[in-house]
């Protein structure tokens, strides 16, 4: 079988859940030995970020089989949903990769910066200002790329 069963997925989730009940007893251990041998929690703050969103997920996917205020009809749609995505998810990551490799050659900021700018131009429509361009010789190569990325971003997006 090519296909993932839905019994391997909740094996895969109920080992996830148990790293993440683990880590939150880490997090909890440093809350509260940290101030007793002087530990700073602030390096841990992006790891009790990500248990905070673990665990309004793993609230979320147990309410699937609810009943009360009809949360599990309206649930499992959008878990589907979630679980169909990959394949947009994989094309645009390229059309990302490509214009965000594209905007990197032409300019001097860093990748991180552009990564953010390329997400904003493709996915939120945001059109860059002026006082991005940094060399005034490519500005006209910089313009014909934010009309092809626009371009693309909004065919791959609709289709």
């Not at 979630?82 to 394949?87: H, I, Q, S, T």
């Not at 991180?112 to 904003?120: A, E, K, N, Q, V």
Request: net charge negative; charged share 15%.
């Amino acid at each position: 079988s090519d296909y993932v069963t839905w019994q391997q997925v909740g094996v895969l989730f109920y080992f996830v859940a148990t790293l993440v009940v683990l880590l939150e007893i880490l997090a909890d251990l440093v809350g509260i030995f940290g101030g007793m041998f002087k530990f700073s929690v602030l390096p841990l703050r992006p790891l009790l970020a990500a248990i905070g969103a673990i665990n309004w997920m793993r609230v979320f996917y147990a309410l699937r089989g609810t009943v009360v205020l009809r949360l599990g009809p309206r649930i499992l749609p959008i878990l589907k949903t979630l679980g169909e995505v990959y394949d947009f998810v994989l094309i645009t990551l390229f059309f990302t990769g490509a214009c965000t490799h594209t905007f990197y050659a032409l300019s001097s900021q860093g990748w991180g910066d552009i990564l953010f700018s390329t997400y904003r131009l493709g996915f939120l429509g945001e059109i860059p200002d002026d006082e991005h361009v940094d060399d005034l010789d490519w500005k006209s190569v910089q313009d014909i790329a934010f009309i092809a990325t626009s371009f693309v971003f909004s065919v791959s997006l609709t289709n």
